[in-house]
């Protein structure tokens, strides 16, 4: 038998199909945990700007926060697209990578100003529910199927949540709404991320976004800066890099998937708060915590083992 022969039969036969199965399923497993630990990158990005934010305080507007970020975001695209220049805002949906820009934009003041108009814990609360829009736009959107487990996960992970930032709700504000908008706002800006990062690639749609956050807080030009020079840095790296891994991650795994590990700032933030400013949390933390902490074990098992 002729060697060509015997290798077409070979891809032919029904083990060459199931190992050429096993090769897609575990491909897809592995795609998908990298979006995860991409996720959980973003995540730790969000820790450091709210870090930052916070050290700065009432120093410092909305607008000037964008617009650094938008600094950090164009400085980071223009070193790895040296090769390509302007090329890389070649595109032909160009309405809807502006239209993804503003919508980061616009659900990045929202959320800060609910920060500076609410308790911290109700403006947080509020904020985690962009979990849960997340999840209903990959449906929508792309789809996608949701399982028990995903539901499962993103509930327990919310109430791990609650348990620790322990929102009031007393008095009725109508900056709740304003919260709410911008959780939704994000949501859908990482949807519309999903599917521009799909068709065009990364770099073009961070261009974008680094040019309609610039050109859009340009006022911020005209305010008094406290040039606190290393902490603007941090934000403009910070910044680059969440965004970075907030389109890689969106890029590989499914919407639902990485919704219950938006919570995982919060364990981020309480180790912050222990090893910086000696901050001891308490029982109810430490519950709140287990609760994130198990439900994102458990999903990444279970998903793993799924496509095994």
Known sequence: MKSDQWVSELRSSPASGNVQSWM???????????????YICL????????????HLGGKISVSQITFVRGIGIAAFVAVLVRGTGIAVFRTRLLPMHVGRGLLTLISLWLVFYA?????????????????????????????????????????????????????????????????????????AAMTGSKYLTQIDGQLTTMAYSASVSLLFSLPALTEAWPWDH?????????????????????????????????????????????????????VVTFA??????????????????RSA
């Open 24 to 38: 897609r399923r575990a491909a897809s497993r592995m795609s998908r945990m990298r979006g995860v630990l991409y």
């Open 43 to 54: 995540n730790a990005c969000m820790v450091v700007d709210s870090t930052v934010v916070h």
């Open 115 to 187: 920060l500076g108009h609410l308790l911290l814990a109700d403006a947080a609360a509020i904020n985690y529910s962009r979990a849960f829009f997340m999840t209903l736009c990959g449906v929508l959107w792309f789809g996608e199927m949701v399982n028990r487990l995903r539901w499962s996960a993103i509930t327990v992970s919310y109430l791990g949540a609650l348990l620790i930032i322990g929102p009031g709700f007393v008095d009725w504000n109508s900056v709740y709404l304003i919260a709410l908008a911008g959780a939704a706002l994000n949501a």
């Open 230 to 282: 290393p902490v603007f840095l941090v934000l403009a790296i910070s910044g680059a890099l969440g965004m970075w891994f907030s389109q890689s991650a969106v890029l590989h795994a499914d919407m639902s998937l990485l919704a219950p590990y938006d919570y995982l700032r919060l364990p981020f933030v309480i180790l912050i708060g222990f090893l910086v400013f000696n901050e001891v949390p308490g």
């Open 288 to 305: 709140g915590v287990a609760l994130i902490l198990t439900s994102g074990v458990l999903l990444w098992v279970r998903e793993t083992r």
